[in-house]
T-cell receptor
Framework: EDQVTQSPEALRLQEGESSSLNCSYT??????LFWYRQDPGKGPEFLFT???AGEEKEKERLKATLTKKESFLHITAPKPEDSATYLC????????????FGTGTLLAVQP | NAGVTQTPKFQVLKTGQSMTLQCAQD?????MYWYRQDPGMGLRLIYY???????DKGEVPNGYNVSRLNKREFSLRLESAAPSQTSVYFC???????????FGEGSRLTVL
């Protein structure tokens, strides 16, 4: 069964304290892995797409990496405005509209 | 930059009532989606439309119907609301070829 698991469920960091969020997946034929940010009361906002193992993408303090079994979202020197829920989603091969979402990691960055 | 617009933002229904959630996108995307988000469950696909004139069931379609009115608009209808349909509903459209989804701000539905 296709599955996406995110850990930890919640993470509290001090401003400037770097860390990583994990998204592990077991799917039949990965076509793409997506990271989204969701602020309270808002819809998810697209951050990155990764297509193949070894690929990396960066945006400001965020860096996403991909292996054959998992993806990491590294947050370097986070600021309070990075506080949000981070979602990952996997697009499964052979079904272009099948996107499986994880349950997210709630990140709180304290000043 | 409107992107994806959903209405209403909030709605309270009584069991058995019906309602329609409206969604419109201005990005000329072919594919549109309806998801529901529940605590601890992640986003689950209700219905999607790969192109104007086509709709398909997702993971949790029971109790819902959809209409792809034109390329811009994709509505979700609850014919006889049940308390289990209390949720936050998100409409999304998908950028062709690259696949990322663009979401609306959500519609928060409570069924009493």
């Amino acid at each position: 069964e296709d599955q996406v698991t995110q850990s930890p469920e919640a993470l509290r960091l001090q401003e400037g304290e770097s860390s990583s969020l994990n998204c592990s997946y077991t799917v039949s034929g990965l076509r793409g892995l997506f990271w989204y940010r969701q602020d309270p009361g808002k819809g998810p906002e697209f951050l990155f797409t990764l297509y193949s193992a070894g690929e990396e993408k960066e945006k400001e303090r965020l860096k996403a990496t991909l292996t054959k079994k998992e993806s990491f979202l590294h947050i370097t020197a986070p600021k309070p405005e990075d506080s949000a829920t981070y979602l990952c989603a996997v697009q499964v091969g052979g079904a272009t509209n099948k996107l499986i979402f994880g349950t997210g990691t709630l990140l709180a960055v304290q000043p | 930059n409107a992107g994806v617009t959903q209405t209403p933002k909030f709605q309270v229904l009584k069991t058995g009532q019906s309602m329609t959630l409206q969604c419109a996108q201005d990005m000329n995307h072919n594919s549109m989606y309806w998801y529901r988000q529940d605590p601890g469950m992640g986003l689950r696909l209700i219905y999607y439309s790969a192109s104007e004139g086509t709709t398909d069931k997702g993971e949790v379609p029971n109790g819902y119907n959809v209409s792809r009115l034109n390329k811009r608009e994709f509505s979700l209808r609850l014919e006889s609301a049940a308390p289990s349909q209390t949720s936050v509903y998100f409409c999304a459209s998908r950028r062709d070829f690259t696949g990322e989804l663009f979401f609306g701000e959500g519609s928060r539905l409570t069924v009493l």
